[in-house]
């Protein structure tokens, strides 16, 4: 294996774990978590089509559905690919989400795509867009 082969699956490994600890977070209902995994220029589309422009926007939806834990809902981005740039500053995570209601059952699911970038503090979301395709 090439080195730059090597560097991009460590890129990888360090993306695929920013989602499982974003995944955590969203699960123990920690905001400062979620937001670790986000770029400060983020932006967005959620499931049903809106458009969020902003990391602080995006952190206040999921701060309402913290603090409504008998509503919330949980949601979980389980990646299926994720494809490291030539020059390693960006890649490219597809997977599927899932969004649990607080009983346990399924309420959403659907497909998801997200930009990352790598930054001084490590990998960050850029952008994402997620699909409902059942729900």
């Not at 090597?6 to 774990?17: C, F, P, V």
């Not at 834990?69 to 020059?87: A, F, L, Q």
Request: aromatic share 8%; hydrophobic share 40%; proline share 3%.
């Amino acid at each position: 294996m090439h080195e730059t082969d090597l560097n991009k699956a460590s890129d990888e490994a360090e993306i695929r774990r920013a989602r499982e600890n974003s995944n955590r977070a969203i699960a123990r209902r920690n905001l400062v978590g979620v937001g670790a995994s986000l770029a400060d220029d983020y932006v967005g589309v959620i499931g049903d089509g809106t458009f969020v422009a902003s990391r602080a926007e995006y952190l206040r939806l999921f701060k309402i559905g913290f603090d409504r834990p008998k509503e919330g809902m949980t949601y979980v981005r389980t990646p299926e690919v994720i494809h490291v740039s030539d020059d390693q500053a960006l890649a490219a995570e597809h997977g599927n989400w899932i969004a649990t209601l607080p009983s346990g059952s399924v309420a959403y699911t659907g497909s998801y795509a997200a930009m990352w970038r790598r930054t001084p503090g490590g990998w960050k979301i850029r952008s994402e867009i997620f699909v409902t395709l059942q729900g």
